[in-house]
């Protein structure tokens, strides 16, 4: 749906014409992201051919080398395949958590308001109060998790949450995902209210179940923003570093060194820049490939109904 | 309506809020134990003794002020520039036509599939030549760079909304455009603005990546580095990092109850409209 320019407002339309105007205004914006994104992209491709170490140092111009080295590594495949399990099962509990959260919110109750405005809590805090709860809250000696499993009796010892790499890989999902799920529910919410009442009223005097009218009413009207949800969810996931640098660093045995995790070790711990570049490279292309794919398989509308 | 389904409908809201808010609560108890009853192995979910100690040892052992007020400067300075760049930007994508229009959108918008640490090595570099590595501005910098975009997006609800004929009626009256954008346009999307510095705010208030290798000096750091040090230590102060903790999301939580639900419309009428 397009939003038509108001009916009147011809001089200002007529002025807009012009076009310096526009350009003048956009124009602080474009230099500043041009400074800051394409310039230092550029010069990603620059040191990803050069073979420098540290900042500062000079390098020497060594080709594909980095690349051929990068590409031939077990650990830029394994961080692949971690990337990949962690931004789908990000993706999976934030919106399948946004979207129950949204759906429970959505109802008739007392007290509405305060629950869609604070349901963002855990959104407001930063990765450091993400990390310190966690890691307050699954101590194997002083966390109320493994005190509540054992006195429950659901396990015989206290669980490392963080210690072997199967739980810590989904201690870091659980964490990242409750951080952001008040989000997508908020933004799944805001689509539900625009499912006219009467529909659901209707279908359910039809005598369509609940679950019916989830999926072929709610759910299909509000499509396009969960696709939507899904892109931002995928993106932002993928680009993770916090949570996941603060709770285990990438490990234990690299059970949760993403792409990031990788990078940062290898320009900033390592003092691998050149190599760090080489890997950053391939996996804007892959990212690129997946953002041009997903819009247009799933997102019909175009930059015009956004600008017009 | 049967009562079966109220008690299940307070039940699932009940199931939610839980969710989002209980482990909010388990910090901020902490935050007021005593160590002893802190680092018991039986926890207690309510305090036998409230005590203010851990928040006097936070400002009197650590120089957490100065990384509250360098946490403060950076934010209120991405905030400021940030409000500035896109409502101009924002004013010119959505208000004025002129070729290249639809290219610049689909540009801004396509830099968040940017993978932030893309821009992590090569801005260091730049950031080492100009010699501001392990300086605020460095921070300031990067930070509008990531909330810029975005920004753009957010404003769109409120941007669109203002009628054309207020801008004709202050044209006739013999404004200047430059005078119709600051005096009539700007205030009419007031909340809009609220919304995207609410935004910026939090974003910068809360990052953590970026700070982590730009900062490198202890005078320079901000909260979340001073704090995710003392979660570093061998033997962790949990009293400090339980108070630390409710002291860095107050500013987000005051934040969001004054300007909340202008973000909310901000973020969910780009995807609805």
Known sequence: MRRPWPAGGRLARTLQADPYFGYLLVLPLVIWIVLTIVYPVLDAVRLSVLNVGYVGAAGRFVGLANYGKVLASWEFWHTAAVTVLWTALNVALQVVG?????????????????????????????????????????????????????????????????????????????????????????????????????????????????WARLWRVELPSIGQVLYVVIFISSLWAANVFDVIWLLTRGGPSSATNTFTILIYTKGFQEFRISEAAAISIPLFAMLCLYGIWYMRRFMQEGVEGATS | MTAAKTVARYLSVLAVLAVAMLPTYWIVINSFKTLPELTSPVPTFWPHTFTLAHYVALFEQLPFLAYFWNSAYVALWVTAVTLALSSLAAYSLYRCRYRGREVLFKVFMSSYIFPRVLLLIPLYVVFARLGIIDTLGALIIVYVTTIAPFSIWMLRAFFTEVPLELEDAAMVDGASRLQVLVRIFLPLCATGLAALGLYAFLMSWTEYFFALTFIISDPHRTLPLGMAQFLQDYNIDWGLLMASSVIIAIPPIILFAVAGRWFVKGLTAGAIK
């Open chain 1, 98 to 210: 946004g979207l129950v959260a949204a759906l429970v919110l959505n109802q008739e109750f007392w007290g509405r308001e305060f629950a869609r405005n604070w349901i963002i809590l855990p959104w407001l805090f930063p990765s450091i109060v993400l990390a310190t709860m966690a890691k307050w809250m699954l101590d194997p000696t002083l966390g109320v998790v493994n005190y509540l499993l054992l006195k429950a009796g659901l396990v015989a010892a206290p669980i490392s949450f963080l210690g072997s790499p199967v739980p810590a890989f989904l201690t870091a999902t659980i964490v990242n995902a409750w951080h952001w799920f008040p989000l997508f529910a908020l933004m799944i919410l805001a689509a539900l209210q625009t499912v006219p009442k009467e529909v659901m009223e209707a279908a359910e005097v039809d005598g369509a179940t609940y």
